[in-house]
């Protein structure tokens, strides 16, 4: 059983069920991904606008497969998927995030994940992540435990902050916000003891599930991308907050994950590292 148990009542068999046939079927997924990138990332962009159309080429093309992937065997879902008209449908829904670190994907970098939230009458009960370029499939379903290719994943127990490893908040667009963002990254520069960041929200929450890093903190964090990493880090005996503590469940701006051990530290230095910048 998983770390977390279910809070909520749900039909587990059909969430099993639905999560296990994402993850029978994840080395096709993973052959369409391979192949879609190859094909965008062949072709140097000359512009933002070159690039940024690329980026949803891709994502559209990718999320049309995954679309007709799951309706082909459960036609009465509701789909939620970035970037395409909502789907409605029954008590569950799946939300999908066809590729998290878009940037990546049409640079031909091996960063990124597909994600899979599975929900039941909105409320998160399982999840899957594959990561194409490592072959790799991260699964969970509330109380069932967390899975990394069918071993069982635990967050790190690392408690202090100057062994614990970061992946920093960098918005895209992050002009506006450059004096918070500095102070955020002087603050764990100070203490903590070292950031890697992939660029994929997903894949660096996963990495954190599976204990190899320690925690993210991140703005602009849309629904698609938390759906399923929600559930698999809960069942890896992770959190996912905003900056006040309060749980995800249909997303939230700014969002921190965690190994569980280290949130509430994590959310205190934050706060007092931006108390710094509303005095100045």
């Not at 296990?20 to 391979?34: D, F, P, S, T």
């Not at 970037?83 to 670190?101: A, C, E, L, N, S």
């Not at 999840?127 to 490592?134: C, K, L, M, N, T």
């Not at 849309?222 to 995800?248: F, M, Q, R």
Request: glycine content about 8%; charged content about 25%; aromatic content about 8%.
């Amino acid at each position: 059983m998983g770390i977390s148990s279910p809070t909520i009542s749900f039909p587990i068999d059909e969430t099993i069920k639905r999560i296990e046939y994402v993850k029978a079927n994840a080395m096709g997924i993973i052959h369409e991904a391979k192949k879609i990138q190859r094909e965008v990332s062949s072709i140097r962009s000359e512009t933002d606008a070159d690039e940024k159309e690329r980026i949803d080429a891709a994502d559209g093309k990718l999320g049309d497969i995954l679309i007709r992937f799951l309706q082909k065997s459960f036609p009465k879902d509701g789909i939620i998927c970035e970037d395409k008209p909502t789907i409605d449908g029954g008590d569950f829904r799946w939300v999908i995030d066809p590729v998290d670190g878009s940037m990546n994907f049409v640079r031909g970098l091996p960063l990124y994940a597909i994600s899979f939230g599975l929900e039941h009458r909105e409320t998160p009960v399982g999840g899957v992540v594959i990561v194409p370029p490592q072959e790799s499939v991260y699964s969970a379903v509330m109380g069932e435990g967390a899975y990394k290719n069918g071993e069982q994943i635990r967050t790190s127990r690392i408690s202090e902050l100057n062994r614990a490893i970061f992946s920093p908040n960098l918005p895209t667009k992050r002009a506006h916000m450059i004096q918070e963002i500095m102070a955020d990254l002087s603050g764990f520069l100070t203490y903590a003891r070292s950031f890697r960041r992939t660029g994929s929200f997903v894949l660096d929450s996963c990495f954190i599930a599976e204990g190899v890093m320690d925690a993210i903190w991140e703005k602009t964090v849309k629904h698609w991308d938390v759906s399923a990493i929600s559930v698999i880090l809960a069942e890896a005996g992770g959190k996912l907050t905003d900056l006040n503590g309060v749980h995800y469940y249909t997303g939230l701006p700014e969002l921190v994950a965690s190994n569980g051990v280290l949130h509430s530290e994590i959310l205190n230095l934050l706060k007092t590292v931006r108390s710094t910048v509303s005095r100045n």
